[in-house]
């Protein structure tokens, strides 16, 4: 999966003038992670992800680079279909894993910037474990890693007796059908 990360921390950095050092002191890091960051040698954690968002007073989607994907219609469906498109506009079209994929990282990140750090640490430690398995996507395919993330989300919630508060909620039901996306 090719991300912009590194491009748009570099791009929020020099908006406000800091350096790479600058940043780097803020995260408690070294200047040379912020450098693999901006070149594309590695990416940053959740954890930083999160912080990185805050730091900058963005989305996490938009450090990722992430579009919200627009819904697609097939050919037929433009060539027969009446009336209003509003019955169109509630199913979600990805064109495969990648964008599944790509929704699922924004997500994960919403999902932890909102969780209160010790109660659900469990949570946090597996969200963080799939984030960083779909940005390296060693597992083959991100729909195997969604399907098991579905699973183990949901045996994490009831074993750790976690409650979310509804827009963890909202945003974890928004996870888990990922799973059931319909292919165009």
């Known amino acids: 999966m090719k991300l912009s990360v590194g491009k748009n921390i570099k791009v929020q950095r020099t908006q406000r003038g800091w350096s790479q050092q600058d940043l780097a002191t803020q995260l408690l890091m070294t200047r040379q992670t912020i450098s693999k960051w901006e070149l594309g040698r590695s990416y940053p954690d959740l954890e930083s992800l999160v912080r990185l968002s805050q730091l900058f007073d963005v989305t996490t989607d938009a450090l990722l680079g992430l579009t919200p994907p627009k819904p697609k219609r097939s050919f037929f469906s433009v060539l027969f279909h009446r009336g209003s498109t509003d019955n169109m506009k509630a199913v979600k079209w990805y064109a ?52 098991r993330m579905g699973i183990g989300l949901s045996k994490c919630l009831h074993q750790n007796e976690i409650v979310l508060d509804e827009d963890n909620e909202r945003r974890l039901k928004a996870l888990l059908e990922l799973n059931n996306v319909r292919y165009m």
Do not use: F
């Open 96 to 147: 495969g894993g990648h964008d599944r994929a790509e929704v699922a990282l924004g997500l994960i990140t919403d999902l932890v910037a909102n969780l209160d750090d010790q109660h659900d640490q469990p949570l946090r430690e597996l969200l963080a474990s799939y984030y960083k398995e779909l940005i390296d996507q060693r597992s083959g395919s991100n729909l195997y890693v969604i399907t």
